[in-house]
C-alpha cells in the first residue's frame, strides 16, 4: 500500500524489534528513509540492515531514551547523516510483569523512565526541530492498557495511560505549527517474546477467547495504522487514539469471540457454535 512517503524520513525509536521493526519495514517498503533506532546496538544494526536490502535509505543509531542529551545527540546525528526528519514513531518501551503489592520501587521507576519519561525525553527534540519548521507527524506507541488496567502490570497500565496523555497535550501545543501528534494503541501483537513469557492457556482462554477478530495481532497489522497517521491522508488528524486491537477494548463482559455466553435463552437455542477458526474442541 501507497502511504505516500517516499523520500521522506522516519525516525524510528524501539525499532529494532516488534512493532517498531514492522513500521519500519513498511515505511522502507514505500519508499521512506528510516533512522532505527534502539537501546540495543546489534539490534537496530540488524533492521537497519533488512530495511537497506530492501532497497531504503537506513542507518543505525544507540539509544536509551532515558537520557536526555542522549536523545538530543541522537537526533542530531542522524539529521547531520540523513537530513530533516519528516515524521516520528515513538515505540521504546518495556513491561516486565510484577504484583503491585510487592513491586519493588526500582522495577515501577524503570518502567515510567523508559515508557513515559522516555518517551517524552525522545520526542522533545524532534518535536522542537518540526514546530521551527512548522510540519511534521509524530506517532507515540500506546497501549489499549492506556485505556484500562492490567493486574500485575500496574506501572505499564500507568505509564501508557500517561503516554495518552502525552500525546494529546503535545498534539495541543504544537498543533498551531503544523505538527501532528497521535498515538496507537495495539492490543496483543504476537511475538516470540509474548509467547515466551505467557502461558500458553492464558493465551488461548484469555486473549484470543476474548477477541472478537478470534486471534493474536501480526506485527505488520500495526504498521498500516502507524503509517497512515503519518500520512498525508490523516492531514486533519491530532490528538487522536487509534486502537489497533481486534475489538478487544470494544466491551464489556467478552467471552469465546464476541458471543453472547450470557443468555441462556441464546445458549439454549444453539446461537453459538464453535467459531470456525476456534481450536478443535474448544467450547463455551
Avoid at 523520500?7 to 522502507?28: D, P, V, Y
Avoid at 511534521?136 to 495511560?161: E, N, P
Avoid at 498551531?176 to 513469557?197: C, E, I, Q, S, Y
Avoid at 464476541?258 to 445458549?267: E, V
Amino acid at each position: 500500500m501507497d502511504y505516500g512517503l517516499q523520500g521522506r524520513l522516519i525516525f524510528i525509536t524501539g525499532g529494532g524489534s516488534g512493532i517498531g521493526r514492522a513500521i519500519g519495514i513498511e515505511a522502507a517498503r514505500g519508499g521512506a528513509r528510516v533512522a532505527v533506532v534502539d537501546a540495543v546496538a546489534e539490534r537496530a544494526a540488524n533492521v537497519a540492515a533488512e530495511l537497506r536490502d530492501l532497497g531504503a535509505r537506513a542507518i543505525a543509531q544507540t539509544l536509551d531514551v532515558r537520557d536526555a542529551a542522549a536523545c538530543e545527540a541522537a537526533v542530531v546525528r542522524v539529521e547531520e547523516q540523513m537530513g530533516e526528519i519528516d515524521g516520528m514513531v515513538a515505540c521504546a518501551g518495556i513491561s516486565p510483569p510484577s504484583a503491585a503489592d510487592t513491586m519493588p520501587d526500582e522495577l515501577w521507576t524503570r518502567c515510567l523512565d523508559v515508557n513515559l519519561t522516555g518517551m517524552f525525553r525522545s520526542v522533545q527534540p524532534v518535536g522542537r526541530r518540526m514546530v521551527a519548521r512548522q510540519r511534521g507527524a509524530i506517532v507515540t506507541v500506546a497501549s489499549i492498557d492506556g485505556l484500562g488496567g492490567h493486574a500485575g502490570r500496574a506501572h505499564y497500565s500507568a505509564s501508557k495511560h500517561g503516554v495518552i496523555g502525552l500525546t494529546r497535550a503535545l498534539a495541543i501545543e504544537w498543533g498551531r505549527f503544523g505538527v501532528r501528534v497521535n498515538a496507537l494503541a495495539p492490543g496483543v501483537v504476537d511475538t516470540p517474546l509474548l509467547k515466551a513469557n505467557i502461558p500458553s492457556d492464558h493465551l488461548q482462554y484469555a486473549m484470543v477467547d476474548r477477541n472478537p477478530l478470534g486471534r493474536l495481532c501480526r506485527p505488520e497489522e500495526q504498521a498500516g495504522p502507524g503509517l497512515f497517521l503519518l500520512s498525508d491522508a490523516a492531514s486533519y488528524v491530532t490528538g487522536s487514539v487509534m486502537t489497533v486491537d481486534g475489538g478487544s477494548a470494544a466491551g464489556f463482559f467478552t467471552r469465546w469471540n464476541g458471543a453472547d455466553l450470557g443468555s441462556r435463552a441464546l445458549l439454549e437455542a444453539g446461537a453459538y457454535g464453535t467459531p470456525p477458526h476456534s481450536p478443535e474442541g474448544h467450547t463455551p
